[in-house]
């Protein structure tokens, strides 16, 4: 299934993108795509019966109808970074010996085609475009092997990042990570029997119509199991968290000379079998 959420921003009401393309409102399920939806594994099971009796008798959700994030704001969303040997390649950085783990505020989230607002005093606002995994059922010391058991679904994410409150500003990567809209995921969660190898997707990212990142998640330094399991042995793992899983070569630091958003610029990225998105940037207070 394809989840979606969709509406006014902080007002959002849950749907369901259907296999012919159909948005439906699935408001009369009763449950938002939350940490109490993705807590009880027969609620898929419950929305897929559902769906399949009222698909054709709910509301549509009608074109061009603002489409927020795909999942309610989470307990945690937790990035990890350098994690494309190409990327950290371009940032002139080791290939890490273990995942390098920061959080991004979940007050970052917003919907996919949102505007990303260039934040005040920021010169150096940058793209990446990033596959993210939904985490099901609570995970705490799990093994490998069953740790792709606890990944609900997959979505498309542009971890968004303000490289010089990132690097410049002591070190701490969340300040340059966490600015209000600086994580559009979506437009929908795909469950996770629709993606079949969420290790070998194309990747792609444009910024006004310039293809700058154009990768593939089998380039993964460390894949999706392995970072379940690690994050597991750290923390709890809660139905609902987010894990953004680290982003290909191109992004605007990288380059030489280095590449920055400015006001007016257009974004646009996408992931197979996760469909695209669309960011225009605007400056602070615009």
Same mark, same amino acid.
Request: hydrophobic share 35%.
């Given at each position: 299934m394809k989840l979606i959420r969709f509406g006014h921003a902080g007002d959002e009401k849950p749907g369901l993108q259907l296999e =012919? @393309? #159909?948005r439906i409102d699935a408001s =009369? !399920? @009763?449950m938002d795509w939350d940490q109490k939806f993705f807590a009880n594994p027969s609620n898929l099971e419950r929305l897929r019966a559902w769906a399949k009796v009222n698909a054709d008798s709910v509301p549509a959700v009608k074109q061009g109808t603002r489409l927020g994030s795909a999942v309610a704001r989470p307990g945690k969303l937790i990035c990890i970074g350098l994690n494309f040997s190409d990327h950290a390649e371009e940032s002139g950085m080791d290939i890490p010996k273990e995942p390098i783990v920061f959080f991004k505020a979940t007050s970052a989230m917003c919907g996919p085609h949102d505007n990303v607002v260039i934040p005040k005093n920021s010169e150096k606002t940058d793209w990446e475009v990033e596959l993210a995994f939904v985490v099901g059922k609570e995970a705490s010391y799990v093994s490998e092997e069953e740790a792709l058991d606890h990944v609900v679904g997959y979505v498309l994410h542009n971890d968004y990042s303000e #490289? +010089? !409150?990132q690097i410049e500003r002591g070190g701490q990567w969340v300040k340059g990570k966490s600015c209000d809209t600086f994580a559009p995921l979506g437009p929908f969660l795909a469950t996770a029997d629709e993606i079949k190898n969420p290790e070998n997707l194309k990747m792609w990212l444009k910024v006004n119509g310039e293809t700058v990142q154009n990768g593939n998640t089998k380039k993964l330094i460390f894949g999706i199991a392995h970072l379940v399991s690690y994050l597991s042995q750290f923390m709890t793992l809660e139905p609902g968290d987010i894990v953004s899983t680290g982003t290909p070569p191109g992004v605007g630091l990288g380059f030489d000379p280095p590449r920055y958003l400015k006001a @007016? =610029? *257009? *974004? +646009?990225? @996408?992931?197979d079998g996760l469909g695209e998105s669309r960011q225009v940037a605007v400056a602070y207070g615009q």
């Open positions: =012919d @393309g #159909r =009369d !399920f @009763g #490289r +010089e !409150f @007016g =610029d *257009v *974004v +646009e990225l @996408g992931i």
